[in-house]
Every structure is written in structure tokens, then in C-alpha cells.
């Protein structure tokens, strides 16, 4: 299983971005129901994706996650307290509710996080020494 953050799913929609849209868009097919869009990603997607005069493309994505091409889950009682624990732990960090939610919902699935904020997941951790499982590293993103 791998829990999806917005930033991917922006890129595989955005054929603006060339050589980075290429590459979300073709690993976000191939793993199509492996893939979990979390609520509150799918809501921030919507807003992104609308406040860039793209509300067709907002539509479409969100018919896709409702036909079942990736799995929407909501975040559980116990993904929301993880978030907002870390939330409060790491409240400079910038790292908003979504990107907190992918966090928890990760952790408490064993999956793997696809993020492009390389950054704020990289900032925020469990305990010392812990890392989060990312798909994708900083090296193998290509340029936008």
C-alpha cells in the first residue's frame, strides 16, 4: 500500500510541468488501487487544482477516486490523534493537516508515503532516527 500526497497527484494532472507530469502520471497508473488518496488530500487537490483555473480537472480526478481507480480512505480516530500530535510537536515545521494525516495513515498501515515535499517529510519523524518510508527520493524526481 502507499498513502498519496497532493503534490504527485497535482503533477500527474498537470501536463505543465512536462517531464515530472510524465513520470507521477505513469506511476500513479501503475499502481492504481495500491495507491491510498486520503480525504483531506483529496480535498486539498480539489482546491489546488480549482484556484488554478483547472475545476474540469478537478472533476475528473475526483470522479476517478469515486469509479475506484485509487482508494479513498478517510483518516481513522487514531490517524487524526497521531496527526495532531505530531501537529503540535512540529507546529514551525509547515507541515500542514494533509501532509500530517499521510504521516499517520502510513504509519499505522505499514505503507509507503508518494510525496514530492521532500522537506516536510523529512522534518517531521515518530522519534529520533526515524525516517519515513518515501516511494520516491529527491534523486529520482525529475526536474519540472
Keep these: 500500500m502507499i ?22 502520471a505513469e506511476l500513479l497508473a501503475r499502481l492504481g488501487r495500491k495507491v491510498i ?9 480539489d482546491l489546488l487544482l480549482r484556484s488554478r483555473g483547472f475545476p474540469s480537472a478537478a472533476i475528473v480526478f475526483g470522479e476517478s477516486v469515486a469509479t475506484g481507480v485509487h482508494r479513498l ?7 487524526l490523534a497521531l496527526a495532531l500530535k505530531l501537529g503540535k510537536r512540529y507546529g514551525d515545521s509547515g507541515a500542514d493537516l494533509p501532509d500530517l494525516i499521510v504521516m499517520a ?11 514530492w515535499d521532500f522537506r ?13 518510508p518515501l516511494l520516491v527520493s529527491e ?3 525529475p526536474l519540472p
Excluded: Y
Design 139 to 141: 534523486a529520482e524526481m
Design 73 to 79: 480512505e478517510c483518516p481513522t480516530d487514531a490517524d
Design 37 to 45: 488518496v486520503p480525504g483531506p488530500v483529496l480535498v486539498e487537490t
Design 105 to 115: 495513515m502510513a504509519h499505522h498501515r505499514k505503507a509507503q508515503i508518494l510525496t
Design 3 to 24: 498513502v498519496c500526497d497532493t503534490g504527485p497527484i497535482v503533477s500527474a494532472i498537470n501536463k505543465g510541468e512536462k517531464r515530472r507530469h510524465l513520470f507521477a
Design 120 to 132: 516536510h517529510f523529512r522534518s517531521v519523524v515518530l522519534k529520533r532516527g526515524h525516517h519515513w
